[in-house]
């Protein structure tokens, strides 16, 4: 029966969310010759695709993309249809204070499904989750589907397949990262995690470990986040240690990193991104009393982003002067990508862009327009050099490339405020 579940071929899948991990999934597969149906809410975003073309920026996506909608085995709706395999790749944000998580698009996308699915489906959740949501998404569709039986009653014996398969993907090379990763899988049963391996190695390279559980798989993503949460957490607070003690980080963690069994990662503005910014506080959700250095260091990464717009309130008071214009370098949470979710540097320009005693320049070589709030407060977006012509303070909060690469003497006469280690660090 394993053999048999190894062995099995797709030729048609469905992915559930069309976002910065649905849409490269979804163009992998099609680039392997399968017929690939994406869903998606958004009529914008599935108008997009049908077109050849895409809605977010990473390299190589466009192209793949476009050859995929060419060849007719890529092309989304927004209505599910029948398939062999559905991947679910919804958002999954926090509500109330901001900490606890809300699986309500998990829960949608389980029941948008459900009435398509046949006998012998294998639905995959890849949404990064709190411990128990995949187990939660199939009673969510077993609810939906009582024709139907799945493994959390039927075992073996189950008419669908379940498992948890999380994306571990860095943005900017996600579509390189996506064939060569390995790829932690968690079924319900082992023929849930077999036929979820076989799916996979449709297009991965990298090796294929299958978990004894989604329990352990879910808390396998969740704990590869934290531990980099926390790890930045100690550059970010060394940061504002060495600040207060007149030592350049940079100089100190370098001579620190000298010793063979020491890493210490760099300090910058905060952490954002949809990763390591959310997942510890799934962990924290699920065990709040014994989570204490994951919740500190999550705590630690979010002060750090007041730290910096306190620095630049001080530069601002030492300006001495009226309508003071700032060039605000960067707006994703990390270099060369051009997203904003959780993003650090969003946070503080927005901030700043709240005081009316300001004129905020943006510059992100990365987006076409300014997030809403941003626009309506104000703020403008520009060239990096015209920006810097015009500014007072120079603030930097992402390396991009570009920046790197910018004419030094363009500095000259500003007051920058370098928080990522661009032109030489705080």
């Known amino acids: 029966?394993?053999?048999?579940?190894?062995?099995?071929?797709?030729?048609?899948?469905?992915?559930?969310?069309?976002?910065?991990?649905?849409?490269?999934?979804?163009?992998?597969?099609?680039?392997?010759?399968?017929?690939?149906?994406?869903?998606?809410?958004?009529?914008?975003?599935?108008?997009?695709?049908n077109r050849g073309e895409v809605h977010i920026v990473?390299?190589?996506?466009?192209?793949?993309?476009?050859?995929?909608?060419?060849?007719?085995?890529?092309?989304?709706?927004?209505?599910?249809?029948?398939?062999?395999?559905?991947?679910?790749?919804?958002?999954?944000?926090?509500?109330?204070?901001?900490?606890?998580?809300?699986?309500?698009?998990?829960?949608?996308a389980s029941k948008a499904i459900a009435p398509?699915?046949?006998?012998?489906?294998?639905?995959?959740?890849?949404?990064?989750?709190?411990?128990?949501?995949?187990?939660?998404?199939?009673?969510w569709i077993a609810a939906e589907r009582p024709d139907l039986t799945f493994p959390q009653d039927a075992g073996e014996a189950s008419d669908i397949l379940i498992a948890h398969c999380p994306e571990r993907v860095l943005p900017g090379k996600v579509m390189h990262e996506l064939i060569t990763n390995d790829r932690v899988i968690g079924g319900l049963t082992a023929s849930s995690s077999?036929?979820?391996?076989?799916?996979?190695?449709?297009?991965?390279t990298g090796t294929c470990v299958i978990a004894s559980g989604p329990r352990v798989a879910e808390m396998a993503k969740l704990t590869e986040n934290s531990f980099r949460d926390v790890n930045i957490a100690f550059a970010n607070e060394l940061s504002v240690i060495a600040d207060k003690l007149n030592i350049d980080v940079w100089e100190l963690i370098a001579l620190a990193n000298r010793h063979p069994r020491v890493n210490i990662l760099q300090p910058g503005p905060g952490v954002g991104g949809h990763c390591i910014a959310v997942d510890p506080w799934f962990i924290v959700s699920s065990a709040p009393a014994e989570a204490q250095l994951i919740r500190m260091g999550r705590e630690v990464n979010m002060d750090k982003t007041n730290w910096v717009f306190s620095k630049v309130e001080e530069l601002i008071e030492k300006a001495d002067k009226n309508d003071i214009r700032i060039a605000c370098l960067g707006l994703a949470f990390k270099a060369d990508i051009d997203d904003l979710r959780q993003s650090p540097a969003l946070e503080i320009c927005q901030s700043l862009a709240a005081r009316a005693d300001l004129e905020i320049l943006i510059v992100e070589p990365n987006i076409k327009v300014l997030p809403a709030p941003l626009s309506k407060s104000g703020a403008v977006l520009m060239c990096a050099d015209g920006a810097i012509a015009q500014a007072d303070i120079v603030l930097c909060l992402v390396p991009h490339t570009p920046f790197r690469e910018l004419d030094r003497t363009l500095l000259e006469g500003k007051i920058v405020l370098d928080t990522c280690a661009v032109w030489g660090g705080l």
Do not use: W
């Open 1 to 49: 029966m394993i053999k048999n579940q190894m062995d099995h071929k797709f030729s048609k899948i469905s992915i559930v969310g069309l976002g910065y991990i649905g849409l490269p999934t979804a163009a992998m597969f099609a680039s392997r010759k399968v017929e690939v149906v994406g869903v998606d809410v958004s009529k914008k975003v599935v108008d997009t695709i």
């Open 58 to 108: 990473e390299p190589e996506l466009d192209i793949v993309v476009r050859t995929a909608v060419r060849e007719g085995l890529l092309r989304a709706t927004t209505k599910p249809e029948p398939a062999e395999a559905f991947l679910i790749a919804v958002p999954t944000p926090f509500k109330g204070n901001g900490r606890e998580p809300d699986l309500s698009y998990i829960e949608a």
């Open 116 to 139: 398509v699915l046949q006998k012998g489906n294998l639905v995959v959740l890849e949404s990064t989750s709190p411990v128990g949501a995949t187990e939660a998404m199939a009673e």
């Open 194 to 204: 077999e036929r979820a391996v076989s799916l996979y190695k449709t297009f991965v």
